[in-house]
């Protein structure tokens, strides 16, 4: 897949660009050596029981703005734990995060950092931009557990110690997918072995101790664009 075009940048070209060239888009990202998806999301819709693993965490996530784009282009993180909004450029920036259980609308003076603290657990990722800088977009899933995962550049993840003996009832999302809210909708033969739905959902059982590795071949069709 070809890389992606660069942002828009109207302003602020000083700090927003590296050499006179803007940042390249980050809305869909594949790995050219192993064509894995970089940033999509997967985790677990509901847990009849949590492993003290992927329990709630004191510590708190960084969340940095450079060069006039969020470091964290796709963010997971647990409920409760504090959100250190940073603004390491010397312009500000008005992080707006548009969740449907969290908000969150404030300038980040240059060199500031605001804490924000997630109360809820979202659905599906919330919206995040910068009204100041528009093309600044990324998205942030709060969860009330840790069995959630974002993908790497290569496309790998890992879920650990999932509940077993249950159905799980497992989410896909990417921002650019074509199913609804952003949901990954696969149609291939082993995406329907795991019982893939048009909402983007997967179903698993596992047993004690097992270790399960997916391989999907995701079509380009899924895509927007």
């Known amino acids: 897949m070809a890389a992606m075009p660069p942002y828009n940048v109207t ?6 660009t590296m050499d006179g060239k803007s940042p390249l ?16 999301v997967v985790y677990l819709r509901d847990a009849s029981r949590v492993h003290e693993s992927a329990q709630p965490k004191a510590e708190s996530v960084l969340y940095d703005q450079k060069e006039c784009i969020f470091l964290s282009h796709v963010c997971a993180m647990l409920v409760g734990q504090s959100l250190d909004i940073k603004n390491s450029d010397n312009v500000g920036h008005n992080t707006n995060i548009a969740g449907k259980k969290n908000t969150f609308n404030q300038t980040i003076p240059a060199g500031a950092t605001i804490a924000y603290r997630v109360q809820k657990e979202e659905a599906t990722p919330a919206p995040v931009n910068c009204s100041i800088h528009p093309w600044m977009v990324a998205h942030l ?6 069995y959630y995962a974002v993908t790497a550049a290569d496309g790998s993840f890992e879920i650990a110690n999932l509940p077993a003996g249950e159905k799980l009832d497992v989410q896909v999302w ?8 952003g949901a990954l909708v696969v149609g291939t033969p082993e995406a329907k072995a795991l019982g893939w739905t048009n909402k983007g959902r997967i179903t698993l ?21």
């Open 141 to 146: 899933l709060p969860r009330a557990n840790g």
């Open 11 to 16: 302003k602020d070209q000083a700090t927003c």
């Open 174 to 181: 990417h921002e650019s997918a074509t199913g609804p809210g």
């Open 205 to 225: 059982m596992l047993q004690p101790d097992e270790v399960k590795e997916i391989q999907i071949t995701v079509p380009a069709s899924a895509f927007k664009g």
């Open 25 to 40: 888009q980050e809305t869909l990202l594949v790995d050219s050596g192993t064509g894995g998806i970089k940033n999509v």
